[in-house]
């Protein structure tokens, strides 16, 4: 087996993957998304592996 089938089913799987996703999600809102970077903004992470630390 050469490379080419793998690499054509891998892309058509990740393909699939991607159109399903846009299919079942719901748009994202802009205005309710928290910010990418808040350096200095004051508020807390909440959602990534750095929200789990130990605050004072």
């Known amino acids: ?4 089938p793998v690499v054509i089913v ?3 799987a990740l ?3 991607l159109v399903l996703d846009l299919a079942t999600s719901s748009p994202l809102d802009p205005f309710t998304a928290p910010p990418l970077l808040a350096l200095g903004s004051g508020q ?4 990534a592996h ?3 630390l130990p605050g004072n």
Do not use: E, F
């Open 1 to 4: 087996m050469t490379r080419k």
């Open 10 to 12: 891998l892309l058509a």
């Open 15 to 17: 393909g699939g993957v």
């Open 44 to 47: 807390a992470s909440g959602g």
């Open 50 to 52: 750095c929200a789990s």
